[in-house]
């Protein structure tokens, strides 16, 4: 079984059918546009839960300005707590070794086989696909809900998972783009721009009176 750190986030019983919405991510801060994917995502594809999962040991991306996985959860856990249907869950972060998809999506079959899943990525995120670990099972598990990017071509991302012989095993949501990323919040915070405008409420105040990401 696994579960968030705090009680109110505790996924205790995926054993359920309906459509399930994956969203992982660094969420190193999350941010507003992460919140309009869910919506978007939850709307588009009549999901009936979405479990967001902050990496634990992210591989593949750049651990500057980490705050630490612990740090990440709660950031989590302030940025979607009001979203009806949403849950934060610690699985990656309390397994040990690098965070792969594909193990967090085998974890989650195991408990719910009766659940359909669906992946949901960034555009730039989907793009890359083909070089993410064991592609081929991740698409056995689940479709992959992709939320556009800028810069990144539908086109692109399509070409992808046709090589892959899964075309069918993609879905695109159709949101405006959101001009927002991490790694930019955090750019701002080390120049010392506001970013609270970016953030949703509870995790700029976080952000501010812990002095994450160096902000004092």
């Given at each position: 079984m696994w579960s968030a750190v705090t009680a109110r986030?505790?996924?205790?019983?995926?054993?359920?059918?309906?459509?399930?919405?994956?969203f992982g991510s660094s969420f190193n801060p999350p941010h507003l546009a992460h919140v309009?994917?869910?919506?978007?995502?939850?709307?588009?594809?009549?999901?009936?839960?979405?479990?967001?999962?902050?990496?634990?040991?992210?591989?593949?991306?750049?651990?500057?300005?980490?705050?630490?996985a612990a740090v990440r959860l709660r950031l989590a856990e302030a940025a979607f707590a009001a979203l009806d249907g949403v849950e934060v869950s610690s699985i990656e972060i309390n397994r040990d070794g690098p965070s792969y998809t594909c193990?967090?999506?085998?974890?989650?079959v195991?408990?719910?086989?009766?659940?359909?899943?669906h992946l949901i990525v960034g555009a730039d995120a989907a793009k890359n696909f083909a070089g993410w670990h064991r592609p081929q099972r991740?698409?056995?598990?689940?479709?992959?809900?992709?939320?556009?990017?800028?810069?990144?071509a539908r086109e692109d991302v399509e070409s992808?998972?046709?090589?892959?012989?899964?075309?069918?095993?993609?879905?695109?949501?159709?949101?405006?783009?959101?001009?927002?990323?991490?790694?930019?919040?955090?750019?701002?915070?080390?120049?010392?721009?506001?970013v609270g405008h970016l953030l949703p409420a509870k995790v700029a105040q976080m952000i501010e009176n812990e002095d994450r990401y160096g902000t004092d």
């Open positions: 986030y505790v996924t205790d019983d995926l054993g359920i059918a309906g459509q399930l919405g994956v309009a994917v869910i919506d978007a995502a939850r709307d588009q594809l009549g999901l009936d839960r979405v479990i967001v999962v902050p990496t634990g040991d992210a591989y593949h991306k750049d651990s500057a300005g980490e705050p630490g193990d967090t999506l085998e974890e989650i195991d408990l719910s086989p009766d659940t359909e899943i991740i698409l056995e598990l689940g479709k992959v809900a992709v939320a556009p990017r800028s810069g990144i992808v998972f046709a090589g892959l012989g899964a075309g069918e095993r993609v879905e695109f949501l159709e949101m405006p783009e959101v001009a927002i990323s991490s790694s930019q919040i955090r750019q701002q915070i080390a120049g010392g721009e506001p």
